[in-house]
Structures are given as C-alpha cells and as structure tokens.
C-alpha cells in the first residue's frame, strides 16, 4: 500500500468473492474504489451491483452513461437535452432495475441481521442507504 501512496496510483478492488462474505473496511484498506455484483454473496439478484468512490473522487469523476435519476433534478432531466448532474452519490445512477431492487434491499437486511460485533457498521455505511 505504501507504495500506491507513494506513485499517487489509486487502488480499486474488485469486491465480488469477498463483500458479503467476509468483513470489509474501506478506509482501512485504503481502497479508492471498490464495485461488487450483488448476485454473490450480498444474497441480491442478477443485475444488481455496488460501488464505492471515496469522497475525494465523488466530485472529480464523470459517469459515461447515466441514467435519469442520476440528475440533480431527475423529473426535470427525464427528457433531456442536458443534465445537471446530482452532487450526491445518485450521480452514478444508471438505471432503474424496479423488479429486482426490493429483493437485493432484502437480502442485504438479511445479512445485516447476521452480523457480528467483529463487523464495524461502517460497512454497511455504503451498501444500504
């Protein structure tokens, strides 16, 4: 890790065999940026996933195809032609997946449930909101 600091070089994990399976500290770890499908072992559905940026890349990066709800007023931007993009995480929104959000919501709260004390709710602080 020191020597990531040292290059300046930013560290994204690939979460898919570990979120949901074992605990996870973001900011222990140093990790800038983290995605995770949801279908592994955070119990959700197919086409579901997360990300984490850390807060200092929250407002320096520019998703490539955002969804509508990714504006800061998405009833306003539905039908374009420009979008004022949200400054809160929502800004990476790509779509609505409706049919299969509620089942992920749940079994996030499942795991949740299960947690232990050795797990610091700061874990979840980016999985469930």
Not at 21 to 36: H, P, R, Y
Not at 38 to 49: D, E, S
Not at 56 to 62: A, P, Q
């Amino acid at each position: 890790m020191k020597s990531l600091v040292i290059s300046g070089a930013l560290l994204y994990a690939d979460g898919a065999q570990l979120c949901g399976a074992l605990a996870l500290d973001v900011q222990e770890l140093q990790i800038d940026a983290l995605a995770a499908p949801a279908h592994k072992f955070l119990l959700g559905a197919r086409g579901m996933g997360f990300g984490y940026f850390a807060p200092y890349l929250r407002d320096v990066m520019t998703p490539v195809g955002p969804g509508w709800k990714a504006a800061a007023d998405p009833m306003n931007a539905f039908y374009g032609p420009s979008m004022d993009l949200s400054a809160t995480a929502s800004r990476f929104d790509q779509s609505l997946a409706w049919m299969i959000a509620p089942a992920t919501l749940e079994g996030l709260l499942a795991l949740r449930g299960m947690a232990s004390e050795a797990w610091p709710p700061t874990i979840w602080s980016w999985r469930v909101r």
